[in-house]
């Protein structure tokens, strides 16, 4: 594993889901460590990033979630300083940590996603109802692990407006979806490769943070049980969905399938969990692939610029 040299798995950062980064980011280190690669941690809520150079890194694994992280600012602070990383470069982390203007690529490609409104203290709750129906999904646009989001199925109670007050504390951009019904399905892309789909069923329906990271009641089916040639048509969906972004290395795609076959993709992550309860490694280990052989494929995709059409275009579903 001299190959790739001195590396850094980036953990920790300053975005609310530190939390969980450094259940990733350990997760990770162990992992790279284990297959003999020269691993060190690196919290960059503690350190400054220039000491990357200094010291002498030549790749950095983002472990990191949530904005800074997530969201283009790491990555093209690693740009500057010339230090491959892994995952999506600069302009696809930063559309893809934004939930609207992703929905506004997608909508421009055919990519199916649930219908939505972006709402601000002054929105008509009643003119959204009439236009989306119940229940709805109050979200704020550029956050990630669930945080700051409530499911409204009434609003004799203000509980639209309180939605949103709760969305807003966490961003100022806020959006209102559409709450569609169905199986909850994610789907991991890693270097170019569609994985196996995960079912997932949440205690009462509700996969929120808690249930995520934490829970043990939460059930995970891999392979999902879909008819092949839907699990196809869903995993080939998302590739191209993940692709017309620019996201690049590897990523996962959340998603809705309705009873009536038809799906709607919610959102992409590019820097996904790492943790025991992460539906990439997941997906990964349905595949035929450990964790630790994952971590060691997301390094290698590690690089420095942008993606060429070759490398981030023309992938597979398998």
Not at 31 to 36: F, P, Q, V
Not at 72 to 84: K, N, R, S, Y
Not at 185 to 213: C, F, M, W
């Amino acid at each position: 594993m001299s190959e790739f040299g001195k590396v850094a798995v980036l953990l920790g950062g300053p975005s609310s889901e530190r939390e969980v980064s450094f259940m990733s980011g350990k997760g990770v280190l162990a992992a790279l460590r284990e297959k003999g690669v020269d691993a060190h941690p690196f919290d960059p809520a503690e350190r400054d990033l220039w000491e990357l150079k200094r010291e002498g890194f030549a790749r950095a694994f983002i472990a990191l979630h949530g904005r800074f992280g997530e969201d283009g600012t790491v990555q093209g602070a690693l740009e500057t300083l010339g230090i491959p990383y892994t995952g999506s470069g600069v302009m696809a982390s930063a559309l893809a940590m934004d939930k609207w203007r992703t929905k506004l690529v997608w909508l421009a490609s055919g990519i199916p996603t649930p219908k939505y409104r972006v709402a601000d203290a002054r929105t008509d709750w009643m003119r959204v109802v009439a236009e989306l129906g119940l229940p709805l999904v109050v979200k704020p646009a550029r956050e990630g692990s669930t945080i700051g989001i409530t499911k409204v199925t009434k609003v004799d109670h203000d509980e639209l407006s309180r939605a949103y007050a709760e969305a807003a504390r966490h961003d100022p951009l806020v959006l209102v979806e559409e709450f569609v019904t169905g199986q909850e399905l994610t789907a991991s892309i890693v270097n170019g490769r569609a994985l196996p789909l995960i079912r997932i069923e949440a205690p009462q329906g509700n996969y929120d943070y808690h249930s995520k990271y934490f829970s043990e009641d939460t059930k995970y089916f891999c392979p999902a049980g879909l008819p092949e040639a839907k699990e196809m048509e869903i995993r080939a969906m998302c590739l191209r969905a993940f692709e017309i972004v620019g996201c690049s290395g590897w990523g996962r795609l959340d998603l809705i399938l309705r009873p009536d076959g038809t799906f709607s993709i919610l959102e992409v992550n590019t820097s996904p969990g790492m943790t025991g309860h992460s539906l990439v490694p997941m997906a990964a280990k349905a595949a035929g692939m450990s964790y630790a052989d994952l971590c060691v494929e997301i390094l290698r995709g590690a690089k420095c610029g942008p993606p060429t059409l070759a490398s981030s275009g023309g992938g597979h579903v398998g």
